[in-house]
């Protein structure tokens, strides 16, 4: 079983579309949850961290159950510009980050 | 501002060949690392450093030496290249702090025939 698992997608949605991916880790001890994003053979970035509140940052949202040890993620009103794939990632001992597959995104008009 | 620097961006080598892969980053961080990309399996850890003079096994070691002689540079060692080492290659750095933003190089994409 992989670590850290996600909905292997493509997602294939219409501009203005909410979509959801979703993700679930092994690992009960796992500290820290990030969502990260990568474009097409580019490197991947932090989109945002997660917490056991939930956080919001604009037309994203995630959220965190450590009980279920389940993190998602949230799109809302979709743009083009969102193409891409968003990868979950947890936190191992000491920093070491373990990344989920991805899922893939593609927004269309 | 720099960030994290990869060289090359592109590299072909021939089964047998060694070679390094550069990586430095200009932000004073502590935490470095090497992750390779191949389809379908996500990033997976090779090695990585908590400082200067310290590294250690990720989860696909094999094949990978590292060092790290100075807070700035992390590169990656090829002993002895093998086709199931290609793949693309990104380096990271962060603060030694839980669940600090890592920040990437561009990437080396290495093809091994």
């Known amino acids: 079983r992989k670590e850290v698992e996600q909905d292997p997608g493509p997602f294939n949605v219409p501009e203005g579309a909410t979509v959801a991916f979703n993700c679930t880790y092994s690992n009960s001890a796992s500290q820290s949850f990030f969502w990260y994003r990568q474009d097409c053979r580019k490197e991947p970035k932090l989109l945002m961290s997660v917490y056991s509140s939930g956080n919001e940052d604009g037309r994203f949202t995630a959220q965190l159950n450590r009980a279920s040890q389940y993190i998602s993620l949230l799109i809302r009103d979709s743009k083009l510009s969102d193409s891409a794939t968003y990868l979950c990632?947890?936190?191992?001992?000491?920093?070491?980050?373990?990344f989920g597959a991805g899922t893939r995104l593609a927004v269309h008009p | 501002n720099a960030g994290v620097t990869q060289t090359p961006k592109f590299q072909v080598l021939k089964t047998g060949q060694s070679m390094t892969l550069q990586c430095a980053q200009d932000m004073n961080h502590e935490y470095m690392s090497w992750y390779r990309q191949d389809p379908g399996m996500g990033l997976r850890l090779i090695h990585y450093s908590v400082g200067a003079g310290i590294t250690d096994q990720g989860e696909v070691p094999n094949g990978y030496n590292v060092s790290r002689s100075t807070t700035e540079d992390f590169p990656l060692r090829l002993l002895s290249a093998a086709p199931s080492q290609t793949s693309v290659y990104f380096c990271?750095?962060?603060?030694?702090?839980?669940?600090?933003?890592?920040?990437f190089g561009q990437g080396t994409r290495l093809t091994v025939v």
């Open positions: 990632v947890v936190t191992g001992g000491y920093n070491k980050l373990i």
């Open positions: 990271a750095s962060s603060r030694s702090d839980p669940g600090t933003e890592a920040f």
